[in-house]
């Protein structure tokens, strides 16, 4: 059994506001992950499967890992079609803001999201939410923004609404979020979800290979070249650098989403505590950090980059040159070092 987690005023409200909708949008942030987009396909599914006309908008295109999802092909990329997605905006009477936690993580969405005057509920498991929907959904314990959708969908008595294909979306963050259930996932009840999605008959299997390990060999090679040739390690500091530019990455044919999972490699380096990787992207550097042992790179994305996330996995974007952006993070690594823990057995030796 999954024990509630949500204010029964705010479970008969977003009740109410489901069941008065006709055409509701759901969006996420840019550059979407397997959360972001399971969470908003997931509910899109369940949505369209109760009447409704739900559409699933995002600031750009999802990476193609992400495309085995259900009707992913369904899914309004905003830099793609942007007259679509803005008239689907605007005939919303209802705009689901999934797995982010401010507007500014829409990109160059965001202002049309803002001025949206329907009913707007945020679903997020980042910290520190902005209040800019008429219901908050937040709750930056959960390992997911998936696992939030889907406690939701069950205390508003929707759980038999959803189907197989709406249960995969789900299941794809729950299991991106997690890395496979090795990260974000020490509360029993994780397991509880994944049971209750498996019940659907979700194939998992299917969905950690497609969404976590196939890759393109270009995409394959561009990682071993970055873990061969750009891997800096910072023994002092535990920490770990990779940067990519421009001509690296068109070196191996890049496309987007081939960076996925790279920076949690040198994780597996015996005494590294975090990694960040740098990706010269067309408008800025993407900055992308993991850590272990509750290290928080959130921090560093936040004083740095002006960015944010979790404590382990944050994220943020540099405007400037890829060898500013890195020098930046060199200079302030010694100002780190004190949330350096070495809790191993074998450091403790
Ligand atoms: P990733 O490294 O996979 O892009 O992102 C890891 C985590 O950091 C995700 O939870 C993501 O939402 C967050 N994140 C990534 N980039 C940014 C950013 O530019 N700004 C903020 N606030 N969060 C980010
Ligand atoms: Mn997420």
Redesign the pocket.
């Known amino acids: 059994m999954l024990s509630k987690k949500f204010d029964g005023d705010d479970i008969r409200r977003l009740h109410r506001m489901i069941k008065d909708a006709t055409r509701i949008v759901l969006t996420c942030?840019v550059?979407p992950?397997g959360d972001a987009i399971g969470s908003t396909l997931g509910l899109a599914h369940l949505f369209n499967s109760i009447g409704k006309k739900a559409s699933v908008v995002t600031p750009d295109i999802p990476p193609r890992s992400l495309s085995f999802l259900p009707d992913s092909k369904e899914i309004v990329a905003y830099t793609k079609y942007p007259d679509f997605a803005r008239r689907l905006i605007k005939d919303a009477d209802l705009i689901v803001c999934c797995?982010?936690?401010?507007l500014s993580?829409l990109d160059s969405l965001d202002a049309l999201i803002k001025e949206a005057e329907c009913e707007k509920v945020l679903i997020d498991h980042?910290q520190f939410p902005d209040c800019f929907t008429d219901i908050t959904f937040s709750c930056p314990e959960m390992s997911s923004t998936c696992e939030l959708a889907f406690r939701l969908v069950c205390e508003i008595g929707m759980y038999q609404d959803l189907s197989v294909d709406a249960a995969t979306c789900l299941a794809t963050g729950l299991i991106t979020d997690t890395r496979n259930f090795s990260v974000n996932c020490s509360d029993p009840e994780v397991y509880v979800v994944l049971i209750k999605l498996l019940e659907k008959g979700v194939d998992k299997p299917k969905i950690v290979r497609e969404a976590l390990e196939v890759k393109s060999l270009d995409c394959l090679r561009l990682q071993v070249y970055a873990l061969n040739d750009k891997l800096e390690i910072f023994d002092r500091h535990r920490a770990a650098i990779i940067t990519l530019d421009k001509e690296e990455l068109r070196r191996f044919n890049y496309q987007k989403g081939d960076t996925?999972g790279l920076?949690n490699i040198p994780l597996t380096v015996e005494g590294i505590s975090y990694c960040v990787l740098m990706r010269e992207d067309e408008d800025c550097i993407?900055?992308?950090?993991?850590s272990i042992n509750s290290f928080p790179v959130?921090k560093i994305?936040e004083d740095l980059?002006?960015?944010?996330?979790?404590i382990m996995?944050?994220?943020?974007?540099f405007k400037g040159t890829l060898e500013d952006c890195r020098k930046m993070l060199v200079e302030a690594m010694p100002s780190y070092d004190e949330f350096i823990r070495t809790n191993t057995a074998r450091d403790n030796h």
Do not use: L, M
């Open positions: 942030h550059r992950d797995d982010f936690n401010k993580r980042h996925e920076v993407k900055v992308s950090a993991r959130s994305c980059y002006g960015g944010g996330g979790h996995a944050a994220g943020g974007e």
